[in-house]
């Protein structure tokens, strides 16, 4: 009985006991814990910058798409420096860049 009476009353509480232990539960030991939801929002940022850039390559695409529809000299600058492709006949070097050496 001693034990018992040297307890605080507001740990003896059953409800702020139940708030404690389904806080305890809801941050460390549940499903969707504090920590994935910390890495899976750090996955969405990064699913949302990949998404940013494959828009902007769409974008960049569609128009080079265009300018190939609407000139055919466009398209032929566009097959010859992409697609290394070439007229019958004509030869085609292919040089390729030199990096310079760090010193």
């Given at each position: 009985m001693n034990l018992l009476n040297r307890i605080p009353s507001w740990l003896s509480n059953k409800y702020l006991?139940?708030?404690?232990?389904?806080?305890?539960?809801?941050?460390?030991?549940?499903?969707?814990?504090?920590?994935?939801?910390?890495?899976?929002?750090?996955?969405?940022?990064?699913?949302?910058?990949?998404?940013?850039?494959?828009?902007?390559?769409?974008?960049?695409?569609?128009?080079?798409?265009?300018?190939?529809r609407l000139n055919t000299a466009s398209l032929e600058k566009i097959a010859r420096e992409k697609y290394l492709m070439k007229k019958e006949n004509e030869d085609l070097f292919i040089v390729p860049e030199q990096k310079s050496l760090p010193r």
């Open positions: 006991l139940a708030t404690a232990f389904f806080a305890v539960w809801m941050l460390f030991f549940d499903h969707n814990d504090l920590f994935i939801q910390h890495t899976r929002n750090r996955e969405l940022s990064e699913l949302e910058s990949r998404k940013a850039y494959y828009e902007d390559q769409i974008t960049q695409t569609r128009s080079e798409l265009e300018k190939m």
